[in-house]
Nanobody
C-alpha cells in the first residue's frame, strides 16, 4: 500500500493562486505516474492533470490548460499542482493519485490521497 499525503487546499478569491502538494514516502517515487483529480458537489470525479514518472510528459484537462501546472520533485518525493487564475468553478475536493507506468486521464489509479478542499469565491 502506498500512502499519499496531500496538503495546500484552502479558501481563496477568484484570480488567486494555490499550490497543492502530494507527498509519497516511497523510495521508488520516480516509478509512479502522478495525477490530480477533483470532485465538485453533485458531480463526478474528473481528471485535472497528470505527469509521468520522469516528469517529461504532462497532461491537462482542457478546463485548466494555461492556468494549472503539474510538476514533481524527485528529491522530495512530492508532486505538486500549481493553480493560478483560480475561478469559482474550480471549487472542489482535489485528490492526488498514483499508479505505475502508464499516464492516463481515466480514474484507473491504484492509490489515492484523502483529498483537500479548494474553495474559490467570486
Amino acid at each position: 500500500q502506498v500512502e499519499l499525503v496531500e496538503s495546500g487546499g484552502g479558501l481563496v478569491q477568484a484570480g488567486a493562486s494555490l499550490r497543492l502538494s502530494c507527498a509519497v514516502p516511497e523510495r521508488t517515487f520516480s516509478t509512479y505516474v502522478m495525477a490530480w483529480f477533483r470532485q465538485a458537489p453533485g458531480k463526478e470525479r474528473e481528471f485535472v492533470a497528470g505527469i509521468s514518472g520522469s516528469g517529461g510528459t504532462t497532461m491537462y484537462a482542457d478546463s485548466v490548460k494555461g492556468r494549472f501546472t503539474i510538476f514533481r520533485d524527485i528529491g522530495k518525493n512530492t508532486a505538486y499542482l500549481q493553480m493560478n487564475s483560480l475561478k469559482p468553478e474550480d471549487t472542489a475536493v482535489y485528490y492526488c493519485a498514483a499508479r505505475r507506468v502508464v499516464l492516463t486521464m481515466t480514474a484507473r489509479y491504484d492509490y489515492w490521497g484523502q483529498g483537500t478542499q479548494v474553495t474559490v469565491s467570486s
